[in-house]
Antibody
C-alpha cells in the first residue's frame, strides 16, 4: 500500500517563499506523473502543477512564473517551490500521483499540508 | 481553460434511493472525465475514470456515463458512507480542471 506524506506548509507573509515536499513510499516513484493540487478550505480543487516522467512541467497561469515543481526520483520525493506568495495561495496543498490509470487521473493523494499566506 | 459545471450544488437524497449527479464541460473533453468523492477532513478519492470505468475497489453501485460535454455519476442505492462531496475533473486539456462539486446530503 502506497503512502504520500507532505511537509513544509505553514504561515508565510505575502511576497514570501515556501518549499513543500512530498515523500512517497510503496511506489516505483520514477514511473509516475506527479501533481500538486490545492484546495481552499471549504472550497473546490485547483490544479497547481504537474511533472511528467521526463521531468516535463506544467503550470496554470495563476502560478506560472512563481511556482516550480521538481522531482528527485532517487529520493522518491516531489517538491513545490512557491515564491511571491499571495493571499489567494492560502490553501491545503495535496501531493498526488497520476499515471496508473492514465495521464491526469489521480489515484493516490497525500493528506495535504496547509499553507497560509498572511501578514 | 475548460470550465466544468456541476449540478445541482446540493442534492438531498434518502438512504437506499438513487442519486444522479451531473457535470458539463465548456467544450468537448471526449471521455477524459473522472469523478472523485471527498469526505470532510480527507483527500479526494478516485471513483470513476474514462467517464465510465470504476477504479479498483469502487463498489458497483457507482456508475458513470457520458462523453463530449455531458456526464453523469449515478449512485444506485445510497449507503450512509456515500454522503460526501463529489467532483468531476477533465484531463483532456491542461490545466486540468475540476467542477465546483456537488454535496450529497442525507434527506
Amino acid at each position: 500500500e502506497g503512502q504520500l506524506v507532505e511537509s513544509g506548509g505553514g504561515l508565510v507573509q505575502p511576497g514570501g517563499s515556501l518549499r513543500l515536499s512530498c515523500a512517497a513510499s510503496g511506489f516505483t516513484f520514477s514511473s509516475y506523473d506527479w501533481h500538486w493540487v490545492r484546495q481552499v478550505t471549504g472550497k473546490g480543487l485547483e490544479w497547481v502543477s504537474a511533472i511528467g516522467t521526463a521531468a516535463d512541467t506544467y503550470y496554470p497561469d495563476s502560478v506560472k512564473g512563481r511556482f516550480t515543481i521538481s522531482r528527485e526520483n532517487a529520493k522518491n520525493s516531489l517538491y513545490l517551490q512557491m515564491n511571491s506568495l499571495r493571499g489567494e495561495d492560502t490553501a491545503v496543498y495535496y501531493c498526488a500521483r497520476a499515471g496508473y490509470y492514465g495521464s491526469g487521473i489521480v489515484d493516490y493523494w497525500g493528506q495535504g499540508t496547509l499553507v497560509t499566506v498572511s501578514s | 481553460e475548460i470550465v466544468m459545471t456541476q449540478s445541482p450544488a446540493t442534492l438531498s437524497v434518502s438512504p437506499g434511493e438513487r442519486a444522479t449527479l451531473s457535470c458539463r464541460a465548456s467544450q468537448s473533453v471526449s471521455s477524459n472525465l473522472a469523478w472523485y468523492q471527498q469526505k470532510p477532513g480527507q483527500a479526494p478519492r478516485l471513483l470513476i475514470y474514462g467517464a465510465s470505468t470504476r477504479a479498483t475497489g469502487i463498489p458497483a453501485r457507482f456508475s458513470g456515463s457520458g462523453s463530449g460535454t455531458e456526464f453523469t455519476l449515478t449512485i444506485s442505492s445510497l449507503q450512509s458512507e456515500d454522503f460526501a462531496v463529489y467532483y468531476c475533473q477533465q484531463y483532456t486539456y491542461w490545466p486540468y480542471t475540476f467542477g465546483q462539486g456537488t454535496k450529497l446530503e442525507i434527506k
